[in-house]
């Protein structure tokens, strides 16, 4: 069965600096989403990539997708504290395959 | 437009008893889709509902069920419950296979 790895698995980081969140997949990825999700709450849509070497940016956030389809790195330019939460990458099983496979996420500090 | 909206917020329930969880979808959205969150982890399919049948079913016992109505809502039903039912539970909604909407959750206690 397929299974997401998300690394690291938190991470603190100085307001206005940048980071990286890494989501490897131990099979090709048909489909990767990604979320953000506050403590305890709803997830919240980020970005969907399906082609290799797919790149999205919604704000300072830029999300991309390896050409190999098995793993995606999401990047936050200039960190705010909006942007502290839990991220969470999700993937697709196929086309017959409806469910999503989740990483256990990458919780997000930033300190001001 | 409501977006996703689920009931009740928070739930505290015994063992062995039995708790219905309920999903509004958002407008224009066919498919509901239930995922189980433990404290710390990612989601957890459970099962997916499209033209009021479940479509694809996760690794969870019979204890799961659920059901769609015409309108598109959904409903989670767990009999019998035990200790580690005790969650957040996600409905998410979305049109064919676009991306999933979803609702602020259940979290279900189970003393």
Known sequence: ?112 | DAGVTQSPTHLIKTRGQQVTLRCSPKSGHDTVSWYQQALGQGPQFIFQYYEEEERQRGNFPDRFSGHQFPNYSSELNVNALLLGDSALYLCASSFSRSEQFFGPGTRLTVL
């Open chain 1, 1 to 112: 069965s397929q299974e997401l790895e998300q690394s690291p698995q938190s991470l603190i980081v100085q307001e206005g600096k940048n980071l990286t969140i890494n989501c490897t997949s131990s099979k090709t990825l048909y489909g990767l989403y990604w979320y953000k999700q506050k403590y305890g709450e709803g997830l919240i849509f980020l970005m969907m990539l399906q082609k290799g070497g797919e790149e999205k940016s919604h704000e300072k956030i830029t999300a991309k997708l390896d050409e190999k389809k098995q793993q995606s790195s999401l990047h936050i330019t200039a960190s705010q504290p909006s942007h502290a939460g839990i991220y969470l990458c999700g993937a697709e099983g196929g086309n017959s395959n409806y469910q999503l496979i989740w990483g256990a996420g990458t919780k997000l500090i930033i300190k001001p």
